[in-house]
């Protein structure tokens, strides 16, 4: 196992979960067998043995085999263990907001040599997720720009249009209000980080910049103030609900028609509704931009996720392979289309320009779907994220959750959540500006 000296820079937070949880792991390659290269790849995809099972079929000499050792920090821990004692998986599911700290960390390769062929097949703001002051560390895979869910039957019964500002938004939000006190124009959950993250973006926010390794962090800034006080002033008058997703009452709601439209990433047109809520969800939903503050104003992300190669992996250009081939080719695409994951790709993305909401997804039907959401990746915002955003995620609950409780203001949340996050980068050794 091809072993490697680990930054000394690593966050706190992960190298305490790292601590906390087992170490160990298999062995990534195997090439003892014919030169057959057997490549560990660890995620939590659902359907991530599907992609597997198409990339083994047309590559009989680079065999991926599919790990799961746990969902998001559990992995990140169970990583970070493994590669330190040499003995990490070649490949490794990293979220976007979290690729920093896997860079800091010494857990993902530079494959900047390996993948950079591909980068026309992206925009620049989406390939810059995977990449960190000029290195690339990974393929964009599948994607969250954020945009509008809606139930166009509801919309006709109140008499409301979709708005395309976030004033309109409000004004429909009353209106609804007034009709019927017990329905809401969202499930805003207000402790969900990376919603709000991306609606920030949206507003122009810029929470971590970086340049010579020194970090910037702005999470208390006008636009996210801007945002947070829009958001408040929904959940104060009820406009909106504060109930988390994905519990029961949550469904409840939807499942009831309670709930008229989600801004949430792109993979919302999947089929998370109709998995959990029930088939009647499926078609009942249609897409839109996101509303804006002014015109022109990019989207931000929710979400998805890209691949890395490790540091420990013995086979880094044959792992890079595989991720470039999900990530980057019509062949991979075709795999994640067919499973209704969200292209990262706009190349790979505008094939499909013509078809429709996918079969038992809540936007089945909806004419030039894929179109839609093409035009939407077109214009998405530029983000660094910092490598400590888990703990940066992890305060912004918090301290939100503290907003909610006793009555206080979102964006002296917002004042707290940029002290705990300068605190940690300065605590885990990071210059900071």
């Not at 998805?304 to 044959?318: A, F, G, K, L, R």
Request: aromatic share 10%; charged share 20%; net charge negative.
């Amino acid at each position: 196992m091809r072993s490697r000296k680990l930054a000394t820079t690593t966050v706190a937070g992960i190298i305490a979960l790292a601590l906390a949880g087992c170490a160990g792991g298999d062995a990534g390659a195997d090439a003892s067998t014919d030169d057959v290269v057997t490549l560990d790849w660890w995620t939590w995809w659902g359907n991530a043995e599907a992609y597997a099972d198409a990339w083994n079929a047309e590559n009989p000499n680079i065999q991926i085999k599919v790990s799961n050792v746990g969902i998001g920090e559990e992995q990140t821990a169970k990583l970070l263990a493994a590669v330190r004692a040499g003995e990490g998986p070649d490949l490794a599911l990293a979220e976007y907001q979290t690729l920093p700290s896997y860079v800091v960390s010494g857990i993902a390769e530079d494959i900047t040599q390996y993948v950079s062929d591909a980068e026309d097949r992206f925009t620049e703001p989406v390939w810059n997720l995977t990449t960190l002051e000029g290195t690339t560390y990974g393929v964009p895979v599948d994607l969250g720009p954020m945009m509008l869910f809606y139930r166009p039957d509801l919309f006709e019964q109140f008499g409301i249009d979709v708005p395309e500002t976030w004033a309109e938004y409000r004004t429909a939000a009353e209106t609804v209000k007034a009709q019927d006190p017990s329905v809401f124009m969202n499930v805003f959950s207000p402790i969900d980080a990376g919603k709000f993250a991306g609606l920030a973006q949206q507003a122009g926010a810029e929470w971590w910049t970086v340049e010579d390794g020194t970090w910037s962090v702005d999470i208390n800034d006008d636009a996210s103030k801007k945002v947070a006080d829009y958001w408040q002033g929904l959940v104060d008058s009820e406009l909106v609900s504060a109930q988390p997703w994905w519990t029961p009452e949550f469904y409840k709601l939807v499942a009831d028609g309670k709930v008229l439209s989600f801004p949430a990433g792109a993979w919302l047109g999947g089929s998370n509704f109709v998995t959990n809520i029930g088939p009647e969800q499926a078609g009942l939903w249609r897409a839109a931009p996101l509303p804006v503050w002014d015109e022109g104003d990019p989207t931000g992300y929710m979400g998805s996720s890209t691949i890395v190669v490790t540091t420990t992996s013995e086979h880094p250009e044959q792992a890079a392979e595989f991720v470039k081939w999900l990530g980057a080719t019509s062949e991979g695409n075709a795999e994640l289309h067919d499973v209704g994951a969200p292209i990262a790709s706009l190349a790979g993305l505008e094939e499909y320009a013509d078809e429709p909401g996918p079969d038992g997804s809540i936007v089945q039907g909806q004419e030039e779907y894929y179109g839609l959401l093409a035009t939407v990746l077109e214009n998405t915002a530029s983000v660094t994220y910092g490598p400590n955003s888990v703990a940066t995620f992890t305060a912004y609950r918090d301290e939100i959750g503290r907003a909610l409780r006793d009555g206080s203001s979102f964006a002296d949340a917002l004042d707290a959540v940029q002290q705990a996050t300068v605190d940690d980068l300065e605590a885990s050794g990071f210059t900071v500006n």
